[in-house]
Antibody, heavy 114, light 107 residues
């Protein structure tokens, strides 16, 4: 069974950084692109970006490219999202997903507030 | 960026009814389109990929069609468990983009 479990969310002050993790199991992690999607409270879905199997290609939505960094550790079957310079507009549930978004984690809430 | 315009924003339908949700892309996306279902408090679930291919385990009452810039999701014989929000997404070109969503309720 494909399982994706996000962690690392919580309350963070504006301007600070936060790193999310996504632990994958039930499939061969290093055979798949992996991605991140977020959803602000009561809003729609926003694609953040995705990373290929050996981390040689990473694509981002342009508006987040300078703030967010996607990485992975194939030995640990873990995907990461490093977020910096956080603002209130980054308050959202963050989902990791196996590309092409066929399986999603349960999501982790990030709240940016002072 | 490719803009995805989804309609309607909300929809009320009766059990057993057939429902159609539309998605229009701002340019040709060559069937690089997926549909997702999201129930309240849950993560999105893939229903359809490549515009018309049913994802594993998805009931056959769901179907996708379309080409070019126009795509649709049809739900035949609506069931109570289909109450959810539905999103389209293009993955033909980066950055991938989603439609704003359709909230489906029971009448």
């Amino acid at each position: 069974e494909v399982k994706l479990v996000e962690s690392g969310g919580g309350l963070v002050q504006p301007g600070r950084s936060l790193k999310l993790s996504c632990a994958a199991s039930g499939f061969s992690f290093n055979d798949y692109w992996m991605g991140w999607v977020r959803q602000a409270p009561g809003k729609g879905l926003e694609w953040i970006g995705e990373i290929n199997q050996d981390s040689s290609t990473i694509n981002y939505t342009p508006s987040l490219k300078d703030k967010f960094t996607i990485s992975r550790d194939n030995a640990q079957n873990t995907l990461y999202l490093q977020m910096s310079k956080l603002g209130s507009e980054d308050t959202a549930i963050y989902y990791c997903a196996r590309a092409p978004l066929d399986y999603w984690g349960q999501g982790v809430m990030v709240t940016v507030s002072s | 960026d490719i803009q995805m315009t989804q309609s309607p924003a909300s929809l009320s339908a009766s059990l057993g009814e057939t429902v159609t949700i539309e998605c229009r892309a701002s340019e040709d996306i060559y069937n690089g389109l997926a549909w997702y279902q999201q129930k309240p408090g849950k993560s999105p679930q893939l229903l359809i990929y490549n515009a018309n291919s049913l994802h594993t385990g998805v009931p056959s009452r769901f179907s996708g069609s379309g080409s070019g810039t126009q795509y649709s999701l049809k739900i035949n014989s609506l069931q109570s468990e289909d109450v959810a929000s539905y999103f389209c997404q293009q993955y033909y070109n980066y950055p991938y983009t989603f439609g704003a969503g359709t909230k489906l309720e029971l009448k």
